[in-house]
T-cell receptor
Framework: DSGVTQTPKHLITATGQRVTLRCSPR?????VYWYQQSLDQGLQFLIQ???????AKGNILERFSAQQFPDLHSELNLSSLELGDSALYFC???????????????FGSGTRLTVV | AQSVSQHNHHVILSEAASLELGCNYSYGGTVNLFWYVQYPGQHLQLLLKYFSGDPLVKGIKGFEAEFIKSKFSFNLRKPSVQWSDTAEYFCAVNEGLSGSARQLTFGSGTQLTVLP
């Protein structure tokens, strides 16, 4: 167990549907990152939140959105799903308050999304 | 935008063979460099990281990497691989003096298969 919890572990849904992926960061970590891992695109950065605020945006589609709540957990919302959205979605956390930024990142085990 | 190249997509070795996985990045400024390992169905685990100082970095499980700034490279090495090293390996980079406060850019990964 890495300390980062992602739910659900697996999700199968139909095209056009909307799903929500959840990430609970390592205790005390203020930053949450979302990544998409697919066979053709590899590991792509989607978005970063820091203490509730969006900090950086990567290759995130307009159909996707995210937020970080006051308890620091984060949700990634994927809507109007397409077959090509099938991928493993990883969450990572970092920057525990008072800790050096040289500590690094902690990754969750991911949510495997299959769109049929 | 920075990019990371891992030229070996799949490497097959026999146990006790030596390993070197290539990683090159494109960013010309200050960088932080990472190697992660991913076992099937598991989260990304940090093998080693370089932020500054000695360019030869030692990590867990007998892995090491050397940062060669002039070659924009951060190759991963292990003198003698074991069957349990079979996994996918990712090189990653972020820029600046940010430590783990910024998102990572990942390479496409190298699948290592070690034959018993």
């Amino acid at each position: 167990d890495s300390g980062v919890t992602q739910t659900p572990k697996h999700l199968i849904t139909a095209t056009g549907q909307r799903v929500t992926l959840r990430c609970s960061p390592r205790s005390g970590d203020l930053s949450v990152y979302w990544y998409q891992q697919s066979l053709d695109q590899g590991l792509q950065f989607l978005i970063q939140y820091y203490n509730g605020e969006e900090r950086a945006k990567g290759n995130i589609l307009e159909r996707f959105s995210a937020q970080q709540f006051p308890d620091l957990h984060s949700e990634l919302n994927l809507s109007s799903l397409e077959l090509g959205d099938s991928a493993l979605y990883f969450c990572a956390s970092s920057q525990r308050q008072g800790e050096s930024t040289n500590y690094g990142y902690t990754f969750g085990s991911g949510t495997r999304l299959t769109v049929v | 935008a920075q990019s990371v190249s891992q030229h070996n997509h799949h490497v097959i070795l026999s146990e006790a063979a030596s390993l070197e996985l290539g990683c090159n990045y494109s960013y010309g400024g200050t960088v932080n460099l990472f190697w992660y390992v991913q076992y099937p169905g598991q989260h990304l685990q940090l093998l080693l990281k370089y932020f500054s100082g000695d360019p030869l970095v030692k990590g867990i499980k007998g892995f090491e990497a050397e940062f060669i700034k002039s070659k924009f490279s951060f190759n991963l090495r292990k003198p003698s691989v074991q069957w349990s090293d079979t996994a996918e390996y990712f090189c990653a980079v972020n820029e600046g003096l940010s430590g783990s406060a910024r998102q990572l850019t990942f390479g496409s990964g190298t699948q290592l298969t070690v034959l018993p």
